[in-house]
């Protein structure tokens, strides 16, 4: 059982820079593959990130690399999410994830889930 909690979202101009955080409690975390998710209404959920247990191997979707990364800090049961050079399609609930085993692009592959974090990018 783990408890997922997103924070950091807000609304910023296009060019600008967020940092997301997702505090989570339970067993087991620092074994556990992290992902962040981003959902526009009507769309599904689209993968966006993961990183491995040891904070070494990460996989970015094609339309954030080389603007976003993921980092984490075992010692505080947190994952983050680096968002620079933000762009108005980049709008959309963000939700942190974790899974029992291997990364993966697919969400339904997560176990845990958050509450979501809200970020909107204007033009």
């Known amino acids: 059982q783990v408890q997922l909690v997103e924070s950091g979202g807000g609304l910023v101009q296009a060019g600008g820079s967020l940092r997301l955080s997702c505090a989570a409690s339970?067993?087991?975390?620092?074994?556990?593959?992290l992902g962040w998710f981003r959902e526009v209404a009507g769309k599904a959920r689209e993968f966006v990130a993961f990183?491995?247990?040891?904070?070494?191997?990460?996989y970015n979707a094609e339309s954030v690399k080389g603007r976003f990364t993921i980092s984490r800090d075992n010692a505080k049961s947190t994952v983050y999410l680096q968002m620079n050079s933000l762009k108005p399609e980049d709008t959309a609930v963000y939700y942190c994830a974790a899974d029992r085993y291997g990364g993966s692009r697919d969400p339904i592959a997560y176990d845990y889930w958050g509450q979501g974090t809200q970020v909107t990018v204007s033009s």
């Open positions: 990183i491995d247990w040891s904070g070494v191997a990460t």
């Open positions: 339970g067993r087991s975390f620092g074994t556990y593959t």
